[in-house]
């Protein structure tokens, strides 16, 4: 898996480390979801009025969100390789979330990448079924991860 981060924000600092755990975290979503590892995506960590600009370019919704996420597939249509597609995280969302929650910012991150990702794949939370689904599929990736709270 190839992860590409442009992190130009200096208040989240994503150390070697943090990447290598994100790329498990990403490796473990692919894996449980029954897809391979040959993928790339892009993550980008931007600032609460970045997020709010591209709300409202894209989606036509004008306020901060924690996360976006850009999917090139549609649910059912991901090939065996290549590109998924863009996340973009708020930077100032994960340390607020973390603090909300009670834990690590990079413990935030994760969830939020883990989060993204499933995106990517085609599940939603929009209706109350689908959203039941996307959450076991979160948990049961913490899980496996062993940070499940």
Same mark, same amino acid.
Request: aromatic share 6%; net charge negative.
């Given at each position: 898996?190839?992860?590409?981060?442009?992190?130009?924000?200096?208040?989240?600092? $994503?150390?070697?480390?943090?990447?290598? /755990? $994100?790329?498990?975290?990403?490796?473990?979503?692919?894996?449980? +979801?029954?897809?391979?590892?040959?993928?790339?995506?892009? @993550?980008?960590?931007?600032?609460?009025?970045? @997020?709010?600009?591209?709300?409202?370019?894209? *989606?036509?919704?004008?306020?901060?969100?924690?996360?976006?996420?850009?999917?090139?597939?549609?649910? %059912?249509? @991901?090939?065996?390789?290549?590109?998924?597609?863009? $996340?973009?995280?708020?930077?100032?969302?994960? /340390?607020?979330? +973390?603090?909300?929650?009670? =834990?690590?910012?990079? *413990?935030?991150?994760?969830?939020?990448? $883990? =989060?993204?990702?499933? =995106?990517?794949?085609?599940?939603? =939370?929009?209706?109350?079924?689908? *959203?039941?689904?996307? *959450?076991?599929?979160?948990?049961?990736?913490? /899980?496996?991860? %062993?940070?499940? /709270?």
């Amino acid at each position: 898996m190839d992860i590409l981060i442009n992190n130009e924000n200096e208040d989240i600092k $994503i150390s070697d480390s943090m990447l290598k /755990k $994100i790329e498990e975290a990403l490796e473990t979503a692919l894996d449980l +979801a029954g897809y391979g590892q040959d993928y790339e995506i892009s @993550i980008s960590v931007v600032s609460p009025e970045e @997020i709010r600009i591209l709300n409202r370019d894209y *989606r036509s919704v004008d306020k901060e969100t924690d996360v976006l996420s850009f999917p090139l597939f549609e649910r %059912g249509q @991901i090939p065996s390789s290549g590109m998924l597609g863009d $996340i973009v995280i708020s930077s100032q969302r994960v /340390k607020e979330q +973390a603090k909300e929650f009670n =834990h690590s910012e990079e *413990r935030e991150f994760i969830y939020l990448s $883990i =989060h993204s990702l499933l =995106h990517l794949l085609g599940y939603d =939370h929009i209706e109350d079924d689908d *959203r039941l689904e996307m *959450r076991s599929k979160e948990k049961e990736i913490m /899980k496996k991860l %062993g940070i499940f /709270k």
